[in-house]
């Protein structure tokens, strides 16, 4: 039988230096493979009216469209890690294109939220709250620790006490 | 028992160095200089893993992967890929070789992979279960210094004398697992058998098979009768990891063993009285399945006569650390290293991670330490730098607000180190100025 996966809910543009490996490692600590939803940012809420199914990218075909470079680099690091990895797409950056996908996909693990995503401007506190609330599994959102996020991977990083839970 | 490993190279240098390397671990291995030599003491005698270089002259790696797989043996394989040639890894992975690794390699690296398939081995000498575990494993230790975890101890050592069903609840990695073991091994049936089982890796026949049993002929394959574990569990304990993902139907006829201890084999004609007290765990959200009709409300209250809920790791900070200290104990022997302790500074990037993974999470991020620690102590460095990278929360459904005030928290710290340049922060953050603007103004609000 498959393994579970662990879905990545991921902005095309967002920046993957150490976002991948540590969704590749937990996903490997909790025993699951990967799946990531690639979710494009729409401008106005109302284009996405997140009734659109998300599609697969198929890794193997060269032309995968606008997201080759990031697919290819995404696929190269799994591979290397032995990872299983599945990559969606969908159109819009609304919660119910989120939804949508835990249903027409099952088998999701938990679900991890990039950090662009995580402050996206079309997703309300409440909507991702609300989110949480229907989904039967744990969703939870990433953000760069603001120090290290600034100095870049220079050794340095800050423990902001505000933000545990 | 340690593992058996054969090693497959035909480079005597790197040969000897690989069993040296893993002897030293502490495992039993031999080498074979070519595939044909391989291929000969595969035959004759078994072994756990295979360790095979994808390139030998007359028989390759993936030849000897090929043979294992051919004649069902268990023996995991990794292969050893020459550099860039990711291809070849693919089509070992496709052939059913568990990992690879690319040369030029880091024996670190090979030693995780081999001990990550002894865990796998582990767990599944157990889920097959068939070799029960009558009264071994009866050392448990439970780390607890938190509250909450104080609590759920002595509430088993409250319930030592009941018989009663429980339904484990936590998410992932928090140790249901374990503290199944606990209330089993403390309980009136610790001398009988426990047994375990994860409902979320078996298809449905197969499960309604390890489950029930079968009958001779029930189907392709029933060469023979077998015992199923609520039968084998007689007396003892069945614990059911992950019971939602069990498929309806067989939720159904779990309730009537549950109900009336009583069920049939596949095939079978004959029912079959057991004495079995069951422990299930589930780690989704247990109302929205219910909701969903994943899991049958029925079947919900007779198995949560007692609910234990364990809270994740990061809702118990306490735990963190006595629990790296305590897998620090737990490893160091298997790696012939000399570390005391976790310096001050290692020990509070740990504090504040928040361990999606739970438990399982910190054990691994410590067992790779070790590894990769040549110091004394468990430095930063030897950590993985991700997780001093990115704050991890949970999106929390009952409280909208924190999701608010820690969108304006981190924005204003952001905004903050760069000096009050909020088109930087902007930018740093990936939202449009007017968000950012939002974000620190929707947070005052509250
Ligand atoms: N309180 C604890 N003390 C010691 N080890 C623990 C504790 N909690 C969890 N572990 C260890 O963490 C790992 C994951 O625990 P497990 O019981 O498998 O979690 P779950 O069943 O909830 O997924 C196991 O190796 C377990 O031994």
């Known amino acids: 039988m498959e393994k579970r996966n662990l879905l990545f809910v991921l902005y095309p543009e967002e920046k993957l230096d150490g976002l991948l490996s540590y969704a590749i490692d937990l996903a490997k600590a909790r025993d699951e493979d990967l799946c990531i939803l690639m979710v494009n940012k729409t401008d106005s809420p109302a284009e996405g009216n997140g009734h659109e199914m998300a599609r697969e990218i198929n890794t193997g075909d060269e032309k995968a469209g606008e997201y ?96 545990s839970v | 028992m340690a593992l058996k490993i054969l090693i497959a190279e035909d480079e005597a240098i790197t040969l000897k160095h690989l069993i040296y390397t893993l002897q030293q671990e502490g495992y039993y291995v031999e080498g074979a200089g070519d595939g044909q030599d391989a291929l000969r003491k595969i035959e004759s005698d078994f072994f756990d893993i295979l360790i095979a270089d994808i390139k030998m002259p007359g028989l390759s790696g993936i030849e000897l992967l090929e043979r294992i797989k051919k004649e069902q043996l268990e023996t995991e394989v990794i292969i050893i890929t020459g550099f860039g040639s990711i291809g070849s890894a693919v089509e070992a992975m496709k052939k059913g070789a568990y990992d690879y690794i690319t040369k030029p390699f880091d024996i670190d690296e090979l030693i995780l992979r081999v001990k990550k398939i002894e865990d796998k081995k582990i767990l599944k000498g157990e889920n097959t279960a068939l070799k029960a575990l009558f009264g071994v494993n009866k050392k448990i230790s439970i780390i607890a210094k938190s509250e ?151 079947l919900y209250y007779r198995l949560n006569v007692m609910e234990i809920d364990t809270p994740p790791l990061r809702k118990r900070r306490k735990d963190i650390e006595p629990l790296s200290r305590y897998f620090l104990q737990k490893y160091l022997p298997g790696y012939n290293k000399k570390i005391k302790d976790f310096t001050k500074e290692a020990m509070d990037i740990l504090k504040n991670y928040s361990f999606p993974g739970n438990v399982r999470e910190l054990e691994n991020i410590i067992e790779r330490a070790i590894i990769l620690e040549k110091k004394p102590f468990i430095t930063s460095k030897s950590l993985p730098q991700t997780i001093k990278m990115f704050h991890i929360e949970t999106i929390d459904p009952s409280n909208i607000k924190t999701i608010d005030e820690f969108n304006m928290e981190y924005a204003k710290q952001v905004v903050e180190m760069l000096g009050d340049n909020k088109t930087k922060a902007a930018e740093l953050l990936g939202i449009s100025r007017t968000s950012l603007w939002r974000i620190l103004k929707e947070g005052n609000r509250s």
Do not use: W
């Open chain 1, 68 to 163: 080759k470079k990031s697919v290819r680099a995404i696929v190269d690091e799994c591979k290397k890690s032995g990872v299983q990895v599945n990559i969606f797409t969908v159109g819009a950056d609304s919660v119910s294109a989120i939804e949508n996908f835990l249903k027409q996909k099952g088998g999701i693990g938990m679900v991890l939220l990039g950090p662009r995503l995580r402050m996206s401007e079309n997703i309300t506190a409440e909507e991702m709250s609300n989110l949480a609330k229907r989904s039967s599994v744990h969703i939870f959102g990433m953000a760069r620790r603001p120090l290290y996020a600034i100095t870049h991977g220079k050794e340095g990083y800050c423990f902001p006490s505000t933000f």
């Open chain 2, 148 to 298: 909450s975890m104080k609590k759920i101890l002595s509430l088993i050592e409250n319930i030592n004398d009941s018989d009663c069903n429980v339904l484990l609840t936590g998410e992932s990695g928090v140790g249901k697992n374990l503290i199944a073991r606990m209330i089993h091994f403390t309980s009136k049936r610790q001398d009988g058998p426990f047994l375990a089982i994860n409902c979320a890796t078996l298809t449905e026949e197969i499960l309604a098979s390890e489950l029930f049993g079968h009958k001779r002929g029930a189907f392709t394959g029933a060469v023979a009768t077998k015992k199923g574990l609520a039968e084998v569990a007689d007396t003892g304990t069945l614990f059911l990891d992950e019971i939602a993902e069990m498929s309806p139907s067989l939720q159904a006829k779990l309730l009537k063993v549950v109900e009336e201890g009583e069920f049939f084999r596949v095939g079978g004609t004959r029912s079959i009285k057991v004495d079995v007290r069951f422990i299930a765990a589930i780690n989704q959200n247990v109302k929205s399945l219910i909701a969903d009709g994943r899991f049958r409300e029925d």
